[in-house]
Structure formats: structure tokens, C-alpha cells
């Protein structure tokens, strides 16, 4: 069964400053992967999602995600954070065989300091 | 549009009570699925719809949970004789294909918080 590791549980940065938020997924084919960002009350939003082709990832709110198969990786960036970004962010993956049935990660929840 | 919605946002209930958690999905969406996520952890599959049919239930955690989607639109999770580790969120989510990996993309309701005292 795949499985997703976020080593970060919380990580403040400067408005203004870069983030990258780390993902390491195990799973042994190529993963179906997701960001997703969940703020207070809100439900979960879609960042950006990767499934093959190109492993630079574009997604909403200026987000970037990087597929590394040599490290087993999807971590998420932005290079220059608003004071909105604070929020928590999971990592999520689905098999090929299963792909509806998502694996989250404990979630990393950033606050951003002025 | 409209969005995924949850009723109750919050239900608060007694140890060994029955509760009903309802989810209206994104019209037109066919597929539906119920996460559990607990007090810092991410979500946790629960059990997944394909019209009016659950075609993966693998993820209720026993027989006190069951959820229905009679007519393929608005879903209920019911949870029978509750304790108090049901206390979590419950989220919904639906997307426009079922199972079909990169067009796929699920949409996720507010949840509803679940207290059991």
C-alpha cells in the first residue's frame, strides 16, 4: 500500500520568503500525486496534482510542485509567500490501481510571519 | 458553482447515540467519497461511491458505520452506538469520473466535526 511522509509538522516563514514544504511518498509504480491546502473552516482545495509528463508541476495561487523518482518526492514551493498562504498543506497520493482511494500525510501547517 | 456541502458543520452527540452526516456533491459529479480525519493527522478513506452503489467500502473502520447514496446525488454517512474515538472530521468529497486517475480531480466539501462525548 503507498504511503505518504510530511517530516515537517510546522514551518513559519517571513511574508515575503520562499517556501518549499516536503513530501516523500512510497509507492512502487508511478503515483498519482497531489497537493492539497486546507484553511480554517474551509475544506480541502487542490493546488496541483501530477500524474506523468512533465515532473515540474504548475499549480494555483503560484504554487510549484517537483516529481523526483530517484528520491521519492513531491515537494511543494512558492517562491515568494503572502500572509494568506498560512494554512496547513497535505500531501496526498493514489495508486494506479486504486487511484480515487487517496493516501494523505499528517499535513504541514505554515504560518507566515510580517 | 456550488461546492460540496456538509450538514451538520458541527454535531455534538452522547457515547452510544446515532448520528447521520449528510453530503450534497458538485452536481452532475458521480463519484463520492467519506474521509475521517482525526486530530492532526490528514485524511483517512473511508468508503467510496460509483453512482448509487459503494464499489470500495475497505476503509469503514467496523460495522457501526454505514453510508447510503440511494439515488446517486446526496450521500449519508450514519454511525451507529457512537464512541468517543468516531470524535473527528468527516469529509466529504465527489469528483466527475469515477476511478479514472488523471481527469479525476476530487473536490472536498467543509466536513463536519463530530464530537462524542
Known amino acids: 500500500a503507498q504511503s505518504v511522509t510530511q517530516p515537517d509538522i510546522h514551518i513559519t516563514v517571513s511574508e515575503g520568503a520562499s517556501l518549499e514544504l516536503r513530501c516523500n511518498y512510497s509507492?512502487?509504480?508511478?503515483?498519482?500525486l497531489f497537493w492539497y491546502v486546507q484553511s480554517p473552516g474551509q475544506g480541502l482545495q487542490l493546488l496541483l496534482k501530477?500524474?506523468?509528463?512533465?515532473?515540474l508541476v504548475q499549480g494555483i495561487k503560484g504554487f510549484e510542485a517537483e516529481f523526483k523518482r530517484s528520491q521519492s518526492s513531491f515537494n511543494l514551493r512558492k517562491p515568494s509567500v503572502h500572509w494568506s498562504d498560512a494554512a496547513e498543506y497535505f500531501c496526498?497520493?493514489?495508486?494506479?490501481?486504486?487511484?480515487?482511494?487517496?493516501?494523505f500525510g499528517a499535513g504541514t501547517t505554515v504560518t507566515v510571519r510580517a | 458553482g456550488a461546492g460540496v456541502s456538509q450538514t451538520p458543520s458541527n454535531k455534538v452527540t452522547e457515547k452510544g447515540k446515532y448520528v447521520e452526516l449528510r453530503c450534497d456533491p458538485i452536481?452532475?459529479?458521480?463519484?463520492l467519497y467519506w474521509y475521517r480525519q482525526s486530530l492532526g493527522q490528514g485524511p483517512e478513506f473511508l468508503i467510496y461511491?460509483?453512482?448509487?452503489?459503494?464499489?470500495?467500502d475497505s476503509g469503514l473502520p467496523n460495522d457501526r458505520f454505514f453510508a447510503v447514496r440511494p439515488e446517486g446525488s446526496v450521500s449519508t454517512l450514519k454511525i451507529q452506538r457512537t464512541e468517543r474515538g468516531d470524535s473527528a472530521v468527516y469529509l466529504c468529497?465527489?469528483?466527475?469520473?469515477?476511478?479514472?486517475?488523471?481527469?479525476?480531480?476530487?473536490?472536498f466539501g467543509p466536513g463536519t466535526r463530530l464530537t462524542v462525548l
Open positions: 509507492y512502487g509504480a508511478t503515483p498519482y
Open positions: 468529497a465527489s469528483s466527475l469520473f469515477p476511478g479514472q486517475g488523471s481527469t479525476d480531480t476530487q473536490y
Open positions: 461511491f460509483q453512482g448509487t452503489g459503494a464499489a470500495d
Open positions: 452536481s452532475g459529479h458521480t463519484a
Open positions: 496526498a497520493v493514489g495508486d494506479g490501481a486504486n487511484d480515487y482511494k487517496l493516501s
Open positions: 501530477y500524474f506523468s509528463g512533465d515532473t
